[in-house]
């Protein structure tokens, strides 16, 4: 079976993205996920199968889109190739998501292929979390890796997201020293990793990894109304949004270290 003839389940694809790379890109979201985040603002993605989410406000219930859908690597370049003049004006390209990525690494890689047979920018937002083989294999068809960290310590990564992140660390370690361009990416989730020795935490981490670079993000609650379309109960549902001006101390920590953090 030739690549372009691989499926893969995603759950959208998302046109004229600016926030998931450099330029104006078409983001390829992959449905699955290895972490259970309680925080995740796509919880859709976390389930590699098919999801039929209702509106239970609704009288009747109503039946909303079914979420995740089998897709051909050719169906998927035909739609990111719409946009080809934006990409090469912006410097822009295309990225996966999810979900995770690496959960589907064939039909990623033949993606990716394609993508870079047409001449593209790629990127993919990723946890990181993978066999090194497998990741050591997807990230040779990448320019850009926007690497979510969760949190520094193994044991409260595990209560937070159901894994370790030794493998995620040593992924990212690994994709820096080859060369790799690398941009860590952290959501800061209070109660979770917000206070000022989880930051003095996350800078070891970093700066074991060679990282010298962060984007932190702010917790919102962009999400929260999916889970309740889900029939999944939302932890942080009463929980505040977190701005910029609320983690500038947090920031400083990074800063006063030598390690440039923005938002």
């Known amino acids: 079976m030739e690549k372009t003839c691989q499926l893969g389940t995603i759950f959208n694809i998302q046109k004229f993205s600016l926030n998931d790379g450099p330029g104006i890109r078409t983001v390829v979201f992959f449905k699955g996920c290895p972490l259970k985040c309680s925080w995740?603002?796509?919880p859709e993605s976390q389930s590699a199968t098919l999801e039929i989410p209702w509106d239970i406000?609704?009288?009747p219930p109503q039946l909303l889109k079914l979420k995740g859908e089998r897709k051909s690597v050719d169906e998927i370049v035909r739609i990111v190739m719409q946009d080809e003049p934006f990409y090469r004006k912006s410097g822009g390209g295309v990225t996966l998501s999810g979900g995770e990525?690496?959960?589907q690494p064939d039909f990623a890689i033949?993606?990716?292929q394609a993508?870079?047979?047409k001449?593209?920018?790629t990127a993919m937002e990723t946890t990181g979390f993978a066999a090194p083989a497998v990741f050591q294999q997807v990230i040779s068809y990448l320019d850009l890796l926007l690497f979510d960290i969760k949190h520094w310590d193994e044991e409260k990564h595990k209560e937070y997201t159901g894994v370790s992140n030794l493998p995620i660390l040593?992924?990212?370690k690994y994709a820096i020293e080859h060369g790799k361009e690398v941009l860590p990416r952290m959501p800061v989730i209070p109660g979770v990793n917000a206070t000022l020795e989880d930051a003095k935490g996350f800078v070891r981490r970093l700066r074991e990894a060679g990282a010298g670079k962060v984007q932190l993000l702010p917790f919102h609650q962009f999400g929260e109304n999916k889970y309740r379309l889900l029939g999944r109960n939302y932890a942080f549902e009463n929980l505040k949004a977190l701005h910029p001006e609320n983690l500038e101390e947090y920031r400083q920590v990074f800063l006063a270290e030598g390690i440039e953090a923005f938002f």
């Open 170 to 172: 040593a992924n990212m």
């Open 110 to 112: 033949a993606l990716l």
């Open 101 to 103: 990525a690496l959960l």
């Open 119 to 121: 001449g593209l920018h």
């Open 40 to 42: 995740c603002a796509n």
């Open 57 to 59: 406000k609704k009288a």
């Open 115 to 117: 993508c870079k047979e």
